[in-house]
């Protein structure tokens, strides 16, 4: 996930979490860094037997890559969230930088409950500035 912003943090993206509540700018830096609760990050950390997905029994890594644009069984969601952003769903940088999207990438992010356990239901609403 590095191409997605040498520079990081961008001015862009210090706008996006500007606009986020706690619990939604912590997703997005660790979906940004990696270090997110998917296999590929907890068997690193020995907290996982496998790095594999084990959501759709593909034989490849469960990265953030594969979960947000590739994982077969996140499929309905990653319609949805197609059907709002249109071209630009399949884009990490638009995905995790823009305030266009953030609304959108929470909502497939509660939808796929993937990361449910650590960090319960992600608020879709921002905080009034």
Do not use: W
């Not at 084990?54 to 077969?72: A, D, I, K, M, N």
């Not at 630009?88 to 995790?96: G, V």
């Not at 409950?113 to 009034?128: A, D, H, Q, S, Y």
Request: hydrophobic share 35%; glycine share 4%; aromatic share 6%.
């Amino acid at each position: 996930m590095s191409n997605i912003e040498p520079n990081f943090p961008s001015k862009s993206f210090v706008e996006l979490a500007g606009s986020l509540r706690k619990k939604q700018t912590g997703i997005y830096i660790q979906l940004r860094t990696g270090h997110i609760p998917l296999n590929r990050h907890l068997h690193r950390i020995k907290k996982s037997d496998t790095p594999l997905c084990l959501q759709c029994g593909e034989v490849t890594e469960e990265s953030v890559q594969h979960y947000l644009f590739r994982c077969p069984r996140y499929e309905r969601e990653r319609h949805v969230l197609h059907m709002a952003l249109g071209r630009k769903a399949t884009q990490a940088a638009y995905l995790l930088n823009n305030v266009n999207a953030r609304t959108h990438l929470l909502k497939y992010i509660n939808a796929t409950k993937r990361l449910r356990t650590p960090f319960g239901e992600v608020p879709t609403t921002l905080p009034v500035q």
